[in-house]
């Protein structure tokens, strides 16, 4: 929250790079927002159930914010790429018009798959036995659940998630495979390490929300406490982190923190 309101208030932080991350700060707030009260609700009492249909509205909004953010840091991959390997055509090629239609595109695709996939939840038969194994709902939990045959759609959800996952990981992939050659091609050490700088949050980013995700998804056992733990890393800590991960390492977004409390503080 505090990174968005920043962000909108300077106006030295209104730029492409600045704008995606306004949209990241708020993905991560809406996602630890969907699954952190009712965790820790479950925590704290000893009722640990939800609704049926509480439970879709969890796995709808969670596959939204996810399905988003990975789109998202995709853009902000090749925003990186454009400003380090093509610096001189780069307000040209992100002109306001362009990273609006990049942002809200990535909303698109992030809604477009969770109507692909959320709607095969709700036709289920659900067993007489509703538990789930982890902190949150979410679809591969759900199914879990089904007393009918569940294959045709587990086929439909990786059909979709697989060129999802696929287009956003190659996309960052390709990006940043430009971004290190060019940087290697930089003779001066000063200019080698502020282009470093410059991609190091977003790589961190990358690397911590593409990390959790495959760990939450791909352990072996379900319902254990590897997963769960997992599940939290994913749906609670990174959320957390992200907002911290770019104001620490970044000079504008501390002197802007420092400029807004600062009038602030002066009306007082």
Request: glycine share 4%; with cysteine; proline share 4%.
């Amino acid at each position: 929250m505090t990174m968005m309101l920043v962000i909108r208030a300077d106006s030295h932080l209104h730029t492409p790079m600045y704008y995606f991350l306004s949209h990241l700060s708020f993905l991560d707030l809406c996602f630890s927002s969907v699954t952190v009260p009712k965790m820790l609700e479950n925590l704290l009492s000893k009722r640990k159930t939800i609704s049926v249909e509480s439970c879709l509205a969890q796995v709808f909004f969670v596959f939204i914010t996810a399905g988003t953010e990975a789109y998202l840091l995709s853009v902000m991959a090749y925003d990186r790429y454009v400003a380090i390997c093509q610096p001189l055509l780069y307000d040209q090629v992100m002109s306001k018009q362009r990273y609006v239609l990049l942002v809200w595109g990535s909303w698109s695709l992030g809604i477009l798959n969770t109507l692909i996939n959320v709607p095969l939840a709700t036709k289920m038969d659900l067993c007489d036995t509703h538990i789930i194994p982890h902190y949150s709902c979410e679809l591969p939990s759900l199914f879990l659940l089904s007393c009918s045959d569940v294959s045709t759609k587990l086929i439909v959800m990786f059909c979709s998630l697989i060129p999802h996952g696929l287009v956003t990981s190659l996309s960052i992939f390709f990006s940043y495979a430009c971004i290190v050659s060019t940087i290697l091609s930089i003779t001066s050490t000063s200019g080698r390490s502020k282009a470093f700088s410059t991609c190091s949050s977003h790589l961190t980013t990358v690397i911590l929300f593409y990390g959790s995700g495959f760990l939450r998804y791909f352990t072996p056992t379900s319902g254990s406490s590897l997963e769960l733990v997992f599940s939290v890393l994913y749906s609670v800590v990174i959320p957390m982190l992200n907002p911290l991960i770019y104001s620490l390492r970044n000079k504008e977004v501390k002197a802007a923190l420092q400029r807004t409390l600062g009038k602030h503080l002066q009306c007082f």
